[in-house]
């Protein structure tokens, strides 16, 4: 018994020796910006206009000998001369009892890229490029206000829905869906990738499938990745969605006057057809071409659409887009265009109560309605993608119908 006990205080007394205490907490690795942003005091400001290298650090604390010597050894690694004004700057203090000495200084290129400058002992820096990943994303919205607005309230932030409604409305429905006319009860279904930064949104890196219904009937586009295909999408049978004409010659904005036979001029006040569809959106808009095609004209006109643009697609279709502000670089009489090519920008020219783009649709020489033009597809899927067109259009439909992606994603 008295040998036990002994051998207990000497285990006590073992383990006293060694430190066999409370374990000491670990001091947490250097984060990859290369130093401990929580143990300094923070400071943020921008670039002001004119503002040089030294002048920054000097108003940041540094001595103008130190800012002189970090200039001397940006080498290729920071070019002072790109610092944009406006870039933030994120400035790190070591606090004091008077004065609070600058440490460090991280000039933001970027959402991705940083440079980092050490701003005591010895004077250097160093570029620090923030992992990314790729996040496969759904999301499912119901037209009640609009496009914009309901993806906000579905969750996307700004960024994120201003690339998706670029996306839709200009890349993938721009020749099947009118985004001018969306109605309430509309839906959208988007499978897409977003790039991502330590959980920040970063882009909008494609549409995988999106699915537009209104009514029973929906709208599958289905993006290939196979040299050749382009940026073309197709719906589940393997048409092509891009069509010869786009639906309208300028991004998502709002029609403020349809074609009529009959309407009253808004200047003049007297009653005449108005054979085209005014697009109103702010002056300096891009206005494209919404087809390929010959520029027959491009220039004044005396009566009453100043400048003007008038564009020969083939021998059935003939467009103009009126009131325009100017004429985009090289459109002049004779010019060959592509779809969706900037052709001029939207203006106030002529007899116009405010910047609008009227544009304009001629079929065999006769005024027909763009809105309600129907447009020839493209080339369809070449016949040996339809079997992996068929497996992805099982896979996505799926997705659609459970509103979810399969837990393996």
Request: glycine share 10%; charged share 25%; proline share 5%.
């Given at each position: ?22 374990a ?7 984060p ?16 002001k ?28 690694m ?90 839709l ?8 869906v ?37 009514g029973?009937?929906?709208?599958y586009?289905?993006?290939?990745n ?7 999408y ?73 400048n ?23 459109i ?31 079929k065999?020489?006769?005024p ?34 459970n ?7």
């Open positions: 018994m008295v040998k036990k006990i002994i051998l207990i205080f000497s285990t006590i007394a073992l383990l006293a020796s060694c430190g066999g205490g409370p000491q907490k670990k001091e947490e690795p250097i990859p910006i290369g130093f401990r942003v929580n143990k300094y005091e923070h400071d943020s400001t921008n670039v206009s004119g503002e040089t290298f030294p002048g920054l650090m000097t108003r940041l604390g540094l001595s103008r000998a130190d800012a002189n010597t970090l200039y001397s050894r940006r080498d290729t920071f070019n002072a001369q790109k610092m944009r004004a406006g870039a933030r700057v994120d400035a790190y203090y070591t606090p004091g009892d008077s004065l609070r000495t600058l440490e460090y200084v991280v000039y933001n290129h970027s959402k991705l890229k940083k440079t980092v400058f050490k701003c005591t002992d010895s004077l250097y820096m160093w570029n620090y490029y923030r992992p990314t990943s790729i996040e496969k994303k759904y999301v499912d919205v119901t037209i009640h206000s609009s496009l914009w607005v309901d993806l906000l309230k579905a969750g996307l932030n700004e960024a994120a829905t201003g690339q998706m409604v670029d996306l409305a200009n890349d993938i429905y721009a020749w099947t009118n985004f001018f006319s969306l109605r309430e009860g509309d839906r959208f279904q988007v499978l897409y990738n977003q790039k991502v930064s330590e959980g920040e949104f970063i882009s909008l890196e494609g549409i995988e499938c999106a699915r537009y219904s209104s029973p009937d929906g709208i586009a289905l993006r290939l196979h040299e050749g295909l382009g940026k073309n197709f719906d589940e049978t393997g048409k092509n969605l891009r069509k010869a004409f786009l639906k309208a010659p300028l991004k998502y904005n709002r029609v403020s006057s349809k074609f009529t036979l009959h309407r009253k001029h808004p200047v003049t006040g007297k009653v005449r057809p108005h054979t085209g569809v005014d697009f109103a959106a702010p002056a300096g808009t891009p206005v494209r071409a919404i087809g390929d095609g010959r520029v027959i004209s491009a220039g004044w006109t005396t009566t009453g659409g100043g003007v643009i008038k564009i020969e697609h083939n021998r059935t279709y003939t467009t103009g887009y009126l009131h325009l502000k100017g004429f985009a670089k090289g002049k009489a004779g010019a060959r265009v592509s779809q969706g090519q900037i052709i001029g920008y939207v203006g106030n020219t002529g007899v116009s109560t405010g910047p609008h783009l009227d544009f304009r649709v001629w065999n020489g006769t027909i309605d763009p809105l309600a033009m129907k447009s020839p597809p493209a080339d369809p899927l070449p016949a040996k993608y339809k079997p992996e067109l068929d497996s992805l259009v099982t896979v996505y439909k799926d997705i659609f119908e509103g979810k992606l399969p837990l393996s994603e």
